[in-house]
């Protein structure tokens, strides 16, 4: 649909198809009133009131006509019509427009749920005018009707996907416009500098040009305005797409250990025969934002000669190779209990490039002996018995997956170091989309800093702040093309 398209009468099912107590069927513009008048028992609608009664198909195919029909007639009288038959008994609620969620006029139709019964009455819907919506159609013409703005319906979308409820609770914070006024605030800060300006242009006898220090000061605040929007982005997107997390270390380590600790399973790990090729496992951790949790646990050291252990060690390392590549975080873990070893440490050293947290599990070891028992001597031998964090890492936390002792302290830190603020403290969020428009804006703002600097011509420095608010339009909707509007409502569901 492009956004000059006459408004056809639109009608799908709103409820996931499936069992299911209710479904609900919506129906959205000019024909909406007229098509509900044909197919239902009892279409004299009031305002604000639902309307209890029967579906009716007065049309239907010979094979379907129902022996009921006199009963139900006693109850309501029926449309116009030779055949009828009961399709089901159902609560339409009535939407005059523009009090609507698209803004037009809209039925929705409770009806039993089920696959069926909705099937028949949307069919029926389709039947008598309306034709089926596109996804995202419904909350598209809330947004061409100016029932809302464009990140509030990519809000909707945000609230339908939500993984986790944290996102789900922010996405309504911009449901209900916090992101839109944010927005608004920063565009009207660039409009009254672009006013300013475009005054002392166009009357350069009456108004005086703005001076510099003031264009200086004022696109200094846009930036530093932007970039606090900008400031949850990661998380934002952290948020909509999910972290991983890979567990790492060498064999009986208490990897899996940790990762049943975590996710509060007592899963059954697979064992492998070591060498042969297996999957790693792979869990979501519901930590406010979704995080895949990756075990490298199929790993184990089963072999009695020296080359199996080898072999294993090496496969281990591959392992860890390649889940460290996709991991937006690693937990290192080894066992505190006996000191990190060379092994320990040919782990670690994959690391020195990513973002990771070293465990130090076994600790309930520990408490039965404070000493840890002496380190054996040799090859592969623990060569330190605590570990360098400032080298290898930020932080270390210490746990015992046996016990649980210290694994709410390690999600805590987990969820510090993968998000760049704590999701609870996000007032909004934003999609890379906006970022996008977000990051086009401060360039502009950034250019015109640059050449109020540099005393350039004023009629110059216009154009950047031109563009920079042309971005934050493309942002809201205010200035948006077909293309753009179709990708974005391209990934809401049918029904919304
Ligand atoms: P993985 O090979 O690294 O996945 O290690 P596992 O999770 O299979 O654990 C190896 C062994 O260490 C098992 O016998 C576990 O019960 C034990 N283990 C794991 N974590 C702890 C812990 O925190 N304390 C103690 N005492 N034993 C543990």
Request: overall charge negative; charged content about 25%.
């Amino acid at each position: 649909m492009n956004i000059t398209d006459e408004f056809d009468t639109i009608a799908a099912i709103a409820t996931p198809i499936g069992m299911g107590g209710v479904g609900v069927i919506r129906i959205s513009g000019d024909k909406a009133f007229e098509i509900i008048e044909k197919i239902f028992s009892n279409p004299k609608f009031e305002p604000r009131k639902f309307n209890h009664g029967w579906i009716i198909d007065t049309n239907p195919s010979p094979a379907f006509l129902s022996i009921e029909q006199d009963s139900l007639q006693e109850q309501h009288p029926l449309p116009q019509g030779e055949g009828k038959i009961k399709i089901d008994e159902v609560i339409v609620l009535p939407f005059f427009a523009p009090n609507s969620y698209t803004g037009e006029d809209v039925i929705e139709i409770q009806c039993h749920g089920g696959i069926n019964v909705v099937r028949n009455i949307l069919n029926l819907v389709l039947k008598n005018g309306a034709r089926m919506a596109e996804k995202g159609e419904f909350t598209k013409r809330a947004f061409l009707n100016k029932r809302m703005d464009l990140s509030q319906a990519e809000a909707v979308a945000d609230i339908i996907h939500s993984k986790t409820s944290e996102f789900a609770k922010v996405s309504v914070k911009n449901l209900s416009g916090v992101l839109k006024n944010k927005i608004n605030d920063i565009r009207n800060e660039i409009f009254e500098v672009l006013s300013k300006i475009t005054a002392g242009i166009d009357f350069p006898e009456d108004v005086k040009e703005p001076e510099y220090e003031y264009l200086i000061d004022k696109f200094n605040t846009i930036i530093n305005s932007i970039n606090s929007v900008l400031s949850g982005a990661n998380t934002s997107n952290i948020f909509r797409q999910g972290a991983s997390v890979t567990i790492v270390g060498k064999p009986n380590v208490g990897k899996s250990s940790l990762f049943n600790a975590l996710l509060s399973l007592d899963r059954a790990i697979v064992t492998d025969i070591a060498g042969t090729t297996r999957d790693v496992l792979r869990e979501t951790l519901d930590l406010g934002i979704p995080v895949t949790l990756i075990d490298t646990a199929g790993i184990r050291d089963e072999g009695e000669g020296a080359n199996e252990i080898n072999k294993v060690e090496q496969i281990g390392i591959e392992y860890s190779k390649q889940t460290l590549d996709e991991a937006d975080l690693v937990l290192f873990v080894y066992d505190a209990s006996k000191g990190l070893d060379s092994e320990d440490k040919k782990v670690l050293e994959l690391l020195k490039n990513k973002k990771h947290i070293i465990v130090e599990n076994k600790s309930d070891l520990l408490k039965l002996s404070p000493h840890p028992s002496p380190l054996p001597q040799g090859e592969g031998a623990a060569d330190n018995a605590s570990v360098n964090t400032d080298k290898f890492a930020s932080h270390t936390v210490k746990l015992s997956a046996l016990t649980g002792d210290g694994v709410q302290e390690l999600k805590q830190e987990l969820t510090k170091r993968v998000c760049d603020i704590n999701p609870e403290n996000l007032e909004f969020v934003t999609n890379t989309r906006q970022q996008e428009c977000l990051r086009k804006a401060k360039n502009s703002i950034e250019q015109a800093l640059l050449a109020s600097q540099l005393r350039e011509l004023q009629d110059l420095i216009s154009i950047d702040v031109k563009s920079a608010l042309l971005a934050l339009d493309e942002l809201t909707g205010e200035l948006i093309t077909d293309d753009i509007l179709n990708n974005i409502f391209d990934h809401f569901c049918i029904g919304k």
